[in-house]
């Protein structure tokens, strides 16, 4: 199984170490043609503006989109999480636009810019999870078929829909890779959306 972490801007080193340590073949997608094959991709945390220039600049958008199509597991963090959204509050420009849910960027205030939170995530089993925010949007309103996996002081912070995963947080930057391992559970049990 190989998996293309889109590696434009952002936290992306840190999600191909994850992937490693869990004995997965993880490599940098920079351009369109590194997306041919994959069996899964991760979109890093980091600027969702750039993310999504970047990712329209080297005509990365559509190959992403037929990949999800295809049933292969698409896993957003954070910026990623930006990324893949159908709707981002006030921005009329969406990236990726594959996930069923509104985002809000920067939700936490600025005097909480950066934290880490133990949060309850049943669908990976205790113990709770070490959730690391950056500047982190959280969603304000999901679609039919959009499950909530976790929520934060009443804000959902983590969803998956179908193929589809996206988190809040960081968890590339904690040594607690059960999301990580959660993922990897979808792409060899792909689900259609
Ligand atoms: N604030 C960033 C954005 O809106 C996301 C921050 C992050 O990925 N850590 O794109």
Redesign the pocket.
């Known amino acids: 199984m190989k998996i293309a972490v889109i590696a434009v801007q ?1 936290a992306f080193r840190e999600h191909i170490a994850a992937l490693k340590s869990l004995g997965v073949e993880a490599y940098e997608a920079k351009w369109a043609r590194d997306l041919e094959g994959a069996d899964g991709v991760i979109i890093p ?5 750039a993310i999504g220039k970047l990712m329209r600049e080297y005509d990365m958008l559509e190959p992403v989109r037929a990949l999800a199509r295809a049933g292969k597991p698409i896993y957003g963090t ?2 990623g999480m ?1 990324v893949l959204a159908k709707r981002i509050e006030g921005e009329d420009t969406v990236h990726l636009g594959l996930m069923d849910v509104t985002v809000r ?2 939700s936490f205030g600025r005097q909480r810019e950066s934290f880490e939170a133990e949060i309850d995530i049943p669908a990976i089993g205790a113990p709770p999870f070490p959730a690391v925010f ?4 959280h969603i304000v309103s999901v679609g039919e078929g959009v499950e909530v996996l976790a929520t934060y002081e009443d804000r959902i912070v983590a969803v998956r829909q179908g193929n589809l995963l996206a988190t809040s947080f ?1 968890p590339e930057l904690t040594d607690d890779y059960r999301l990580h391992q959660y993922f990897l559970n979808m792409a060899q049990a792909p689900v259609a959306h």
């Open positions: 952002g945390g980091g600027e969702s503006t954070c910026a930006i960027r920067n950056i500047r982190a949007p960081h």
